[in-house]
């Protein structure tokens, strides 16, 4: 272009035959064409061939691509098209910015790894902001297929049974010896059961084949403050377990949290909606005992051997709660009559999972009379998905 530019107002071109042209530039040879390179029939080509320069044929195009003793081929020309490198499918996929494993976040890279294990490969951008557009492009794709699927699956899974939530995390070992910090975790919150996989389930069978189960009611939820995290990773959430275990999780970005978050709350409260009660078996002086967690009613103590009621309060009622980490609860009821305080303390075999189950009841609770926190879970329930391109595309 600069020679051009450069060679006055006049300019002599001259054109000579590449043998070897025809066959790079995937042109349709014609057999009595005496210019044709014999070596080349066979179709194939240059690997430099995808390289985006093709012909496109055209009934009505009258340019014409000819040589000395090349006939006039009318229809021909020259398109510029995109041609691709690698496909991932984004359904069930997930992606990274984190050396795997670690907790050492990429500057400006990330990398996608397909749910069959194709990997994309690291992919640099040249600023924090363009790696940002892309990672919330491809969570927003990957959210919407996500969406799709839940939407088509549930259609064979019977109301108490619905999903609500599923996606990758990665969970941080628990044996700080490892090399491996992290593991990619596929959670799924389905029904009563949060679900924790190493592979997405594809088929019903799959759902029988999870790593662990846990009743989402019996287990409590916290997303951390920059003070709670345990390493470099910026976006943690912790599960206790109904047996006292700390699980830690982490995921890419704040989108991605504040997507389980909802999720969570959803899934707990559409389970406490449905079963209205609880009953644990509990000790009161020696004497086996039941306690009951009404939705409606709220706390019911009974004698389990002849079913009478001992004492009963309300959610309000209740203005504290204390244990000692291992079975005994201690409740102080404010007594509607007198006012006074009134202690009632029981022991459990199962403590974390009576503990979290109340939270949930009370969670549920304030959540029902909150006119905006029903009001987003009709339209969510009735809102429409729709379903994204379902790849990421690499082009040159």
Partial sequence: VQVLRNAGEEVTLTVSFLKRAPAFLKLPLNEDCACAPSDQSSGTSSPLCDSGLHLNYHPNNTDTLSCSSWPASPGLRWEKRWCDLRLIPLLHSRFSQHLPGSDLCRQNAFQVIAVDGVCSGIIQCLTAEDCIDWLQAIASNISSLTKHNIKKINRNFPINQQIVYMGWTEEREQDSLQDRMYTPKFLALRGSSLYKFIAPPVTTWDWTRAEKTFSVYEIMCKILKDSDLLDRRKHCFSVQSESGEDLYFSVELESDLTLWEKAFQT??????????????????????????????????????????????????????????????????????????????????????????????????????????????????????????????????
Avoid at 271 to 291: F, N, P
Wanted: net charge positive; charged share 20%; aromatic share 12%.
């Fill in 267 to 396: 899934a707990t409260f559409l389970e406490v909606e449905r079963i209205q009660c609880k009953t644990y078996a509990c000790v009161l002086e020696s004497h086996l005992m039941g306690l009951t967690i009404d939705f409606s009613m709220g706390f019911v103590c009974f004698d389990a051997a002849t079913k009478a009621v001992l004492w009963r309060y309300k959610f309000s009622q209740l203005k504290g709660s204390s244990d000692d980490g291992k079975s005994k609860i201690k409740f102080l009821f404010q007594n509607q009559d007198t006012k006074q305080i009134e202690a009632k303390e029981l022991e459990f075999s199962n403590l974390f999972a009576v503990l979290h189950c109340i939270h949930s009841f009370f969670a549920a609770k304030v959540a029902c009379l909150d006119p905006l926190y029903v009001g987003s879970q009709a339209t969510a329930s009735a809102a429409p998905t729709t379903s994204g391109t379902g790849k990421l595309k690499y082009t040159t």
